[in-house]
């Protein structure tokens, strides 16, 4: 296995991330300036600094800029807010296109407010999060199903993150994913890598990456047992990845074939993020080799280096390839 191959070979690739692309606001506050409000006498929290980033679908974008992906783009929906505002900012800085977004005044812009205290470093206090609490407008989902249509061919890989964990409000409807379903099965050489919290039972067809506890859960809705090998075969997935943390990657394809590939034990700090950076690495990986046991091997480097950070972190080339030493 070659991490320095595969880093070279993924430069060249273009790359699509389908989803709910988030803003993530880090916003540190200084406990010693919350005192209380005069009009209502509760307690305010004085944050001091902001810093933003592209978060959920953001957090893939942000590991493929970083692990050296030339040609990145973003296809998903935000408002006309001012978060959006601050998103597509961010996204523009990181040189991830963002011209496939949707701008739509009936949704809001999807953001995790989180509140660090300044002296700790730690997250402290309850998130806030900015959602929107029911289906996206059936104008923005149109859109969303004709870009996807449009742009498909253009890219090499298609890295899906369906974040919501309702019923509504993300942007992976059923009529996006019967379109990408319809999609990936027209071209089967494309690498197309789904990653879905509570929905991976009802895609077809593509290459599947929940966690251990996603798979299960999934398995028990579909056919009320759990049964990895069984969710491969009904839902047709080309491979079932199923990440285990530090245990590493359980890889199911066809006729049976089941693989464990080890991990590489880590303290973790943070393992926010970590499903999100073992996508980009993983994903590529497999649309350079073809191998799925290197990809998993890859993507668990990357997800090493990650959790070891605080927050959504990325991994560098030259980290990836120091990691690499160690499961030599």
């Given at each position: 296995?070659?991490?320095?191959?595969?880093?070279?070979?993924?430069?060249?690739?273009?790359?699509?991330?389908?989803?709910?692309?988030?803003?993530?606001?880090?916003?540190?506050?200084?406990?010693?300036?919350?005192?209380?409000?005069?009009?209502?006498?509760?307690?305010?929290?004085?944050?001091?600094?902001?810093?933003?980033?592209?978060?959920?679908?953001?957090t893939i974008v942000n590991n493929l800029v970083s692990l050296g992906v030339?040609?990145?783009?973003?296809?998903?929906?935000?408002?006309?807010?001012?978060?959006?505002?601050?998103?597509?900012?961010?996204?523009?800085?990181?040189?991830?296109?963002?011209?496939?977004?949707?701008?739509?005044?009936?949704?809001?812009?999807?953001?995790?407010?989180?509140?660090?205290?300044?002296?700790?470093?730690?997250?402290?206090?309850?998130?806030?999060?900015?959602?929107?609490?029911?289906?996206?407008?059936?104008?923005?989902?149109?859109?969303?199903?004709?870009?996807?249509?449009?742009?498909?061919?253009?890219?090499?890989?298609?890295?899906?993150?369906?974040?919501?964990?309702?019923?509504?409000?993300?942007?992976?409807?059923?009529?996006?994913?019967?379109?990408?379903?319809?999609?990936?099965?027209?071209?089967?050489?494309?690498?197309?890598?789904?990653?879905?919290?509570?929905?991976?039972?009802?895609?077809?067809?593509?290459?599947?990456?929940?966690?251990?506890m996603e798979a299960e859960q999934a398995c028990l809705r579909a056919f009320?047992?759990?049964?990895?090998?069984?969710?491969?075969?009904?839902?047709?997935?080309?491979?079932?990845?199923?990440?285990?943390?530090?245990?590493?990657?359980?890889?199911?394809?066809?006729?049976?074939?089941?693989?464990?590939?080890?991990?590489?034990?880590?303290?973790?700090?943070?393992?926010?993020?970590?499903?999100?950076?073992?996508?980009?690495g993983a994903a590529c990986a497999l649309a350079a080799t073809g191998d799925?046991?290197?990809?998993?091997?890859?993507?668990?480097?990357?997800?090493?280096?990650?959790?070891?950070?605080?927050?959504?972190?990325?991994?560098?080339?030259?980290?990836?390839?120091?990691?690499?030493?160690?499961?030599?």
């Open positions: 296995m070659n991490a320095e191959r595969i880093l070279k070979e993924m430069r060249d690739l273009k790359v699509l991330v389908l989803g709910d692309v988030c803003l993530d606001r880090w916003c540190y506050y200084d406990p010693k300036l919350s005192e209380p409000s005069r009009e209502t006498g509760i307690p305010r929290l004085a944050v001091v600094k902001t810093e933003v980033t592209p978060g959920a679908a953001g030339r040609q990145v783009s973003v296809l998903g929906a935000v408002g006309n807010d001012g978060f959006a505002w601050e998103l597509l900012n961010a996204l523009t800085v990181r040189r991830i296109a963002s011209d496939l977004i949707v701008r739509s005044p009936s949704i809001n812009t999807f953001t995790y407010t989180k509140l660090i205290n300044s002296e700790t470093g730690i997250e402290d206090r309850p998130r806030v999060d900015f959602i929107t609490p029911e289906n996206v407008p059936w104008s923005v989902e149109d859109e969303i199903a004709r870009r996807l249509r449009n742009s498909f061919d253009l890219f090499d890989v298609v890295i899906v993150c369906d974040q919501a964990e309702t019923a509504f409000g993300g942007v992976v409807t059923e009529k996006v994913r019967n379109l990408l379903v319809d999609l990936a099965a027209a071209a089967p050489d494309k690498t197309v890598w789904v990653d879905s919290r509570v929905r991976i039972e009802h895609f077809r067809g593509v290459i599947a990456k929940p966690n251990a009320n047992a759990v049964d990895l090998a069984r969710l491969r075969q009904t839902c047709g997935f080309k491979l079932l990845v199923v990440t285990q943390g530090d245990e590493g990657v359980r890889i199911f394809g066809p006729n049976n074939e089941e693989r464990l590939v080890p991990g590489r034990k880590v303290k973790a700090v943070d393992i926010c993020g970590a499903g999100d950076s073992f996508s980009a799925a046991a290197e990809a998993a091997w890859f993507g668990n480097l990357v997800a090493s280096i990650t959790v070891q950070k605080y927050g959504t972190g990325t991994a560098s080339p030259e980290e990836v390839l120091e990691a690499a030493q160690d499961l030599r």
